[in-house]
């Protein structure tokens, strides 16, 4: 950076995140966090404890060794345990990594080791999965398990309980005085595809994109509202909501290790949330919950919906019967991970009914700090029309500029751009709607067919409970969709009886050329469609004549 040729006179006050804990302890001491703990009950607790418990966790680890840039792993559930794990990590200059207990365990022993973790924060649920995999493990020297002494579990691991091992400092610490450029957290990507690759926040980039995320256009958060973040902490940076919802002085709901329908519904009832997110599969088990018991949504305003596509049926659902305003929401890992929200514009502010569900079947539009395009393969800029799709490339000061270690290489393009991968298609008001991903768009004759909007039609058949489409080898177009579907439980949907659904709200060409009706549908451990997967079952298909 050149030096100014006159510099600014305001204070050099670096955004850290620790800033974020302090706001929220000095503004909102007495705001709630209730969670659901690992042991079963209800515990509560407030910003100020919070904050002080991380304060005394990060004097606990410099007493230990860590050192600034050092790696903390977790291996937890969303609690107030693993919030103080964060911003006990940061908050001595360490770098919290948020490893996905999902994943394969071979998966995770290779991404502890790529980040040299050297300890990792871990609930009592895993720890057997540590254990299975501790021989592989070659930089972590302490387990430290998110319980107290009495709730222990026997184990063969160099492990302490986190709270007696916590009592052995007091609280009396200040935070490290850090650079706010210095890494502040890491979050693997799933790796669909080659090794999964380390995304690295920054404290700066945690703070700006907490600050644009809360905004109303975005998530619109406030001391008001009582947010319940289902997404998982290790999923993404945890949808930004663990710096979001302090620095708002929102009051936190977690939900431990239960993300049924029943145990969702209880927490959002009883603990009256206001707004919550996860996706699209979370929603699924509590609408069906909704169903079965004839419960209601009384207190809840908002649920953000992403991770993948919404089906409209659900929005419908939600809107409509429970009186929830959806919010469409579309990010990624390398975005910390928020890139847009949909929100309404004064442009459609005033539509209604099935126009209203057209917008909100778009990710909505960027917030301050992400700027995007679309472009042909070449890189040339496509229109803003809503109509023509190209891939989706976004630039900002919280997008990964590269990979930890320099995997993967240079990713931005000369203009600095990062390409999500996505396909996309955007609006004269700025509005983004994810077409595909770019290796599940299918190329017919030249011209690109959505998957996502024929899985989103074909759901919304009565007797369809999933669906999914692939791309498959066709002598004359080169690739025809195939749509693969998954029953609702008792029902038995005709093929004919779907494509006569589909025909009508789609181009005659996008139809798929079958359907195939199977028990399951590959998942990832982010919960999408594993499209390789299926694309591999379905190697030897070839379409009827
Ligand atoms: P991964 O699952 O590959 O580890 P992420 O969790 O970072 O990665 O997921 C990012 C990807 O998820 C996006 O690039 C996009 O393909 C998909 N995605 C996220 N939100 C949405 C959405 N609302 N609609 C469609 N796709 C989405």
């Not at 009256?272 to 996860?278: E, N, Q, S």
């Not at 069906?288 to 929005?315: F, N």
Request: aromatic fraction near 8%; charge should be negative; glycine fraction near 8%.
């Amino acid at each position: 950076m050149p030096s100014p040729a006159m510099p600014g006179l305001m204070q050099d006050w670096p955004l850290t995140c620790n800033r974020i804990l302090d706001h929220a302890a000095i503004q909102h001491p007495n705001r709630d966090i209730v969670s659901r703990s690992v042991e079963g009950e209800i515990h509560r607790t407030t910003y100020r404890e919070l904050r002080a418990r991380a304060l005394r966790l990060a004097k606990r680890l410099e007493k230990w060794g860590l050192k600034e840039g050092e790696r903390a792993a977790t291996l937890a559930w969303n609690t107030w345990r693993h919030m103080e794990a964060w911003y006990g990590v940061m908050g001595v200059g360490g770098i919290y990594h948020t490893v996905n207990p999902r994943l394969f365990p071979d998966q995770i022993a290779w991404i502890v080791n790529h980040a040299e973790d050297r300890l990792i924060l871990v609930d009592s649920t895993f720890v057997p999965l540590l254990e299975n995999i501790w021989p592989q493990l070659k930089t972590i020297e302490l387990v430290v398990v998110l319980t107290n002494a009495a709730h222990m579990p026997g184990t063969s691991l160099p492990a302490v309980p986190y709270e007696e091992w916590l009592a052995e400092v007091d609280g009396d610490f200040a935070w490290k005085a850090l650079d706010e450029r210095a890494a502040a957290g890491m979050c693997y990507t799933s790796g669909t595809t080659g090794n999964p690759k380390g995304v690295v926040y920054s404290h700066r980039s945690n703070v700006l994109h907490a600050m644009s995320a809360s905004v109303p256009d975005m998530l619109g958060l406030s001391s008001r509202d009582r947010v319940m973040p289902v997404v998982p902490l290790f999923h993404a940076n945890g949808w930004s909501l663990a710096f979001s919802a302090p620095m708002a002085g929102s009051a936190l709901v977690l939900p431990g290790p239960r993300m049924d329908g029943e145990a969702i519904w209880e927490l959002l009832d009883r603990e009256h949330v206001t707004l919550t997110a996860a996706v699209p599969t979370v929603w699924l088990m509590l609408l069906q919950y909704l169903e079965t018991t004839g419960m209601t949504l009384p207190w809840l305003e908002r649920v953000v919906i992403g991770g993948s596509a919404c089906p409209r049926a659900m929005t419908e659902k939600f809107e409509n019967v429970y009186n929830v305003r959806v919010m469409h929401a579309w990010g990624m890992t390398e975005m910390s991970p928020i890139g847009s929200v949909c929100t309404l514009k004064p442009e459609v502010a005033d539509v209604d009914g099935s126009a209203l569900l057209d917008i909100q079947e778009k990710q909505g539009h960027a917030p301050f700090g992400v700027e995007m395009k679309i472009t042909d393969d070449d890189g040339n800029p496509r229109p803003w029309d809503g109509r023509t799709f190209g891939r989706l490339k976004v630039r900002g000061p919280a997008v990964a500029s590269s990979y930890f270690k320099g995997d993967g290489g240079e990713i931005l393009d000369d203009e600095g751009y990062f390409d999500t991968g996505d396909v996309a298609h955007i609006d004269e008001f700025g509005y983004m709607q994810i077409t595909d991903r770019a290796k599940d768009v299918i190329k017919s004759g030249g011209e690109w067919i959505s998957t996502i909007d024929l899985e989103n039609i074909a759901v919304g058949h009565p007797d369809v409970a999933e669906a999914a489409v692939i791309g498959v080898a066709h002598p004359k177009w080169d690739e025809r969709p195939l749509l693969v579907i998954v029953p609702r439980e008792g029902k038995s949907p005709d093929k004919a009886d779907v494509l006569a659904f589909m025909d009508g709200k789609i181009a005659k060409w996008w139809m798929p050329n079958d359907v195939v009706i199977v028990d399951e549908i590959p998942h990832t451990a982010t919960g999408k469609i594993k499209k390789t997967k299926l694309r591999e079952q379905f190697s030897d298909y070839s379409f009827p004549d």
